[in-house]
């Protein structure tokens, strides 16, 4: 069944003013016919003169044209007002539409408000003036966030740096320095110049950060023993805490991907999962490919549970933002943001849970994406 118009209303106005204007038009050919002095009417109103003037019929028909005349020039002045005010009708309501979109434009907080006829226009408006002041409402806290970052990031490099500094200075002036003491000093510059450098990668990240810049160049691509590359390279990490990792998965399950891309996905959920999880505790990850739904990676930690509403904002750019000065695991934030953005580019989707001390990350990637 066909929808019905949303402006049969203003359709049904439009129409009536028009047959008005029509019907208007009609008995004003037909009277004016009638009194053409050719016509019955024209002869009656000029024996009317004749007899009310008491002048002769010739004199009073001589009278009767100019009449006539005038007549028509009346028809045709109303006739123009007519139309006129048809059009101004049928014009108004792409002027009244007009105020609204300069309301649009000029950011004013007030509702739009149309005639009753348009109100499927209205509510469109409406919706959209709602969008926009939500984008730019977002766009807004996302900048400050972001100036806010690179703020805490600027400030925060100063400390390492100087530590840095301070710590090469010593070893610099003191050439007879115990071996010990040395050694605990450069121990010490080193950790801070690993600081320092996280801190340059995060303020990298923050500056260049432009998600619709993201290219893939695929290949086939050894899931297995990508997954096992990750976890080696994050065994350090790990083992300062006590944590490990089971890796379940398919030792010829394959990927049509960016092999840099998806390795940075899986390495920034590992590195959230590692750095979350209570001590002595076991990551685990399970690949499974299947026909119809094609491939699923499962990152599973036990931690503290997510709250609802930071769940809710995870993949958001910045979202670390107010935990960023908290502790050195505290990152830019563009993690799970940048994760979710390679994710999409490869046609998949990526959704966390978190209750009861366990949290899990599911990245999964449509069948075409992927062969076994």
């Known amino acids: 069944m066909e929808k019905r118009s949303d402006y049969t209303r203003f359709q049904v106005e439009i129409l009536f003013k028009l047959i008005g204007v029509i019907a208007y038009v009609l008995l004003a050919i037909v009277f004016t016919i009638t009194l053409h002095w050719n016509g019955i009417g024209g002869r009656v109103i000029t024996e009317l003169l004749s007899s009310f003037l008491q002048i002769e019929y010739f004199t009073a028909q001589t009278l009767y044209y100019p009449l006539f005349f005038v007549w028509i020039l009346i028809f045709g002045a109303l006739l123009f007002l007519i139309i006129r005010a048809f059009l101004r009708f ?140 990750l976890t080696d390279e994050l065994l350090p990490v790990l083992s300062q805490r006590g944590n490990t990792v089971i890796l379940r998965a398919d030792e010829n399950i394959t990927v049509y991907g960016d092999p840099e891309k998806l390795a940075r996905v899986f390495n920034n959920i590992l590195k959230n999962a590692a750095a979350y999880s209570y001590p002595e505790t076991e990551i685990e990850i399970i690949a499974e490919s299947h026909v119809e739904e094609g491939v699923k990676i499962i990152f599973q930690n036990k931690g503290k549970t997510i709250p609802a509403d930071k769940l809710s904002t995870i993949f958001e750019k910045f979202n670390r933002l107010d935990d960023a000065r908290m502790s050195n695991t505290g990152g830019s934030g563009l993690g799970l943001a940048i994760a979710k953005e390679i994710v999409k580019l490869h046609g998949g989707t990526i959704h966390v849970q978190s209750e009861k001390d366990t949290t899990v990350f599911t990245v999964q990637l449509p069948p075409q994406e992927f062969t076994s």
Do not use: W
């Open 90 to 229: 049928c014009t108004k309501s792409l002027t009244d539409i007009d105020q609204r979109l300069n309301m649009l434009l000029l950011d004013e907080s007030a509702e739009i408000n149309l005639p009753e006829e348009l109100a499927s226009i209205e509510q469109k408006l409406n919706v959209m003036k709602q969008t926009m002041e939500k984008r730019l409402s977002d766009a807004q806290l996302a900048e400050q966030r972001k100036n806010d970052l690179v703020m805490y990031l600027a400030h925060d490099i100063r400390t390492p740096l100087t530590s840095v500094i301070g710590y090469l200075s010593l070893l610099e002036e003191a050439k007879d320095m115990p071996a010990e003491q040395r050694d605990k000093y450069t121990r010490i510059t080193l950790d801070k110049a690993y600081r320092l450098e996280k801190m340059i990668n995060e303020f990298f990240e923050t500056t260049r950060y432009n998600l619709q810049q993201i290219r893939l160049e695929k290949e086939n691509i050894d899931l297995d023993y990508m997954l096992q590359q």
